[in-house]
């Protein structure tokens, strides 16, 4: 496959003007490129797609000086505005983190290509053979906040799966995201494909964001990545269709059957592993029968890693003695009604202690999300009910809430976690990013 285009567009970050352009032009202009590149590219073998996956993957890895060097500015400017370290945290980008991210690139490249998939067929009885097939979406539009590597991520899916995307990334990894995307885009056309697979409309700023809202026929999909704030301004003003991710209150209940020894580790992970997720833990549940014995341990844990526990009346009678004992009144406070309704994104559990099972069950329904919950229990029975009773994309056995992650579960990467109920939910990989047609065939059928 050859390019029509022999240099990337002004539509590059890198090749953007000093002074903010015109957001609705930007986007038209960057949309119509977009489609024309999807369109060229759509008939692109296996093997073409994970070539460039490949040279997106080394491009990232040649240039992660430059993107680093980027990623320092953005970071000395986010704690220059007193940016959360949770929050900073996501927006970091070390050697480690772009070696990941590179090596997540090239287990995309090793999943099957989900285009023209069957989904299903069947023969009917007057003889036409029916199927219907994977298709692209099309072009993509993703509006996320400061996860530069979001970028990546969304960018390989749509490679994989023929789509172009159209990205607006926050301001906070403006310089981040810029050489990102500038490294793929030279990817790109050092494999003879269409740059304009993956570019950007963040020189726009936030009129850009509603630019893209508002870019129905040129966007095919739109999908909102970040807090709640973002996710639903986008669902309540796109006139594009959205895919729905959502915010991550997330629940572990722990019954009076677990093995509270590995739910003392389970708690720890996923509250303290990366706190600024959408998959971290921000609520325990604690069977009553247990929390003398549980409570204590688990505190100390987390105390350890500098966790401020919200807790209820009966949670602080459990766990004011040790507080005292270990030095840590100041990181164990009273919960209020806002506590089982935040999505912290820092060091911050609110912990309450439930009459059994169906007390944990109802306080979920009632503040959950619909991101992602956990219950940790030996019982089965236990385990069967807590799975019939909630109603969220990923429920975890025994096991912490941070695996519910396209990496982690065998996508490679993902293009966010939806909450919703329609097309995709919880995380969404390279199946998501496709549509169906249906094909037809006959000989000579005509339908009386």
Same mark, same amino acid.
């Given at each position: ?44 073998? *296996? ?45 970091? &980008? ?33 003889? &036409? ?17 400061? !996860? ?143 929390? !003398? ?37 100041? &990181? ?37 999300t619909g991101h992602t919950e956990a219950v940790l229990a030996q ?22 809430? *941070? ?11 993902? &293009? ?33």
């Open positions: 496959m050859t390019t029509t285009r022999s240099a990337p567009p002004s539509t590059s970050a890198a090749h953007a003007p000093s002074a903010q352009p015109d957001a609705h032009a930007l986007v038209r202009e960057t949309g119509l490129a977009a489609r024309a590149a999807q369109r060229e590219f759509a008939g692109a073998t *296996r093997a073409v797609k994970d070539a460039a996956l490949l040279s997106m993957a080394s491009a990232l890895r040649a240039r992660s000086g430059s993107i680093r060097a980027a990623n320092e500015d953005d970071l000395a400017a986010a704690r220059e505005a007193g940016m959360k370290e949770g929050l900073v945290d996501r927006l970091a &980008l070390d050697q480690a983190r772009i070696e990941r991210i590179a090596a997540s690139v090239e287990e995309i490249a090793a999943l099957p290509d989900p285009v023209g998939q069957v989904v299903d067929g069947s023969v009917m009885p007057n003889g &036409l053979r029916v199927r219907r097939l994977r298709v692209p979406m099309g072009v993509v539009g993703m509006i996320y906040e400061a !996860r530069p590597n979001v970028t990546v991520d969304v960018a390989a899916l749509a490679v994989k799966s023929g789509n172009a995307v159209v990205l607006r990334g926050g301001s906070a990894a403006g310089r981040s995201n810029a050489a990102i995307v500038a490294a793929l885009r030279a990817s790109l056309a050092s494999q003879g494909l269409p740059a304009d697979l993956v570019t950007t409309i963040d020189p726009a700023g936030r009129e850009g964001a509603q630019a893209l809202m508002r870019a129905r026929g040129l966007i095919d999909v739109l999908v909102p990545r970040g807090g709640a704030g973002l996710i639903r301004a986008v669902v309540e003003n796109s006139s594009v269709p959205v895919i729905e991710t959502g915010s991550g209150n997330c629940h572990v209940y722990v019954d009076a059957s677990a093995d509270l020894a590995a739910a003392v580790g389970i708690i720890v992970n996923a509250k303290t592993q990366r706190v600024g997720v959408c998959n971290a833990a921000e609520t325990l549940l604690v069977h009553q029968d247990v929390a !003398r014995e549980y409570l204590p341990a688990a505190a100390r844990a987390l105390w350890e890693r500098g966790t401020i526990l919200h807790a209820d009346d009966a949670s602080r009678a459990v766990l004011a003695d040790p507080a005292v004992e270990a030095g840590m009144e100041r &990181l164990l406070v009273a919960a209020v009604e806002e506590d089982w309704e935040t999505e912290y994104g820092s060091l911050d559990l609110a912990v309450r202690v439930v009459d059994g099972l169906e007390a944990a069950i109802s306080h979920i329904r009632r503040y959950t019982d089965v029975a236990v385990v069967n009910r807590f799975i019939a009773g909630m109603d969220s994309a990923a429920v975890m056995v025994n096991a912490s809430t *941070r695996f519910t992650d396209g990496g982690q579960l065998g996508l490679g990467a993902e &293009l966010g976690i939806s909450t919703q109920k329609l097309h995709a939910r919880g995380p969404m990989g390279l199946a998501d990013l496709t549509t169906t047609t249906w094909v037809v065939e006959g000989d000579g059928h005509v339908r009386p």
